[in-house]
């Protein structure tokens, strides 16, 4: 399958690239930022050999309609999708942290509460409960923002104000509107019989100092939905969730010996388990937004998306 994993683009104007993980930003003339949602598929801090059909295409659908539909509460940094892989945004600065927010006592905050951990990210968190119960009110758990190769970590609200990551004013706003996303994202979630269990946000700055959610939001890569029918049920009965997020791609690492440890091998992704990984995506994309998904033409990626971009680019 044709899928996108690495860019080059020359657009007029630019000044500079910046390849992520997942997305390649474009910087022109210091005044936009052209985000190239890649195929590429990261876990653990690690980005796997192979792409993944139409998830770059899915990752930015669903992240620019969650812009669309969140804009009245939140201020975001979305001017225009000229090509379905791409997203163009006003030029942010990006602050140093991400705001994780949980309802769910799953993933990592699983994996650390099952190693005995009570306290997260300075966050107290009860006895007695199990993977995958509801929180009794959701919590932020921010993680610092790691620079290439390193990983992500755990960080609590006062040591971000301590290294003065982010000052006391403005992280206010952040958590204020990390709960404001939230709940909008679980009451559309449960509109879809999907429970938004955790998700991730990050915010900058514009030129004129106005925080605005930039990055994506919502999407398989940043957020864990499970399914809200028997969802209660499969609790009660100790059996896991059915879930939407990238986590079973996680835990197909975890039993095949990978966890981004040093020494650790990625395990081989057969086409058949690369075809299995994108029509989950798509099953997401579908069940997320309610309708159905349609593939954009990928026969020559790179040189629809340089089109795309450079007629949008010349307006």
Sequence with gaps: MNTITKTNFNFQNQRSVYHGKVRDVYNINDEL????????????????????????????QIATRFMELTQDIVPNWLIATPDPNVAVGELCEPFKVEMVIRGYLAGHAAREYASGKRVLCGVNLPDGL??????????????????????????????????????????LVLENYTYALYQRGCNIAASRDLILVDTKYEFGKTKDGKIVLIDEIHTPDSSRYFYADGYQERQQRGEEQKQLSKEFVRRWLIENGFQGKEGQQI????????????????????????????????????????QNVSKFLAK
């Design 130 to 171: 199990k993977e995958n119960d509801k929180l009794p009110q959701p919590i932020i758990t921010p993680t610092t923002k790691a620079d290439n190769g390193e990983h992500d970590a755990d960080i609590s609200r006062e040591e971000i104000l301590e290294k003065g990551l982010v000052s006391e004013e403005e992280y």
């Design 267 to 306: 395990p081989e992704m057969s086409e058949g388990y690369i075809q299995s990984v994108s029509e989950r995506y798509i099953e997401l994309y579908e069940n997320i937004l309610g309708e159905p998904f349609v593939k954009g033409d990928i026969a020559n990626i790179d040189q629809r998306i340089e």
């Design 33 to 60: 930022l052209v985000m190239v949602a890649s195929d590429r598929l990261s876990a653990f801090d690690v980005v796997l050999p192979k792409g993944i059909p139409y998830k770059g295409q899915i990752l930015n």
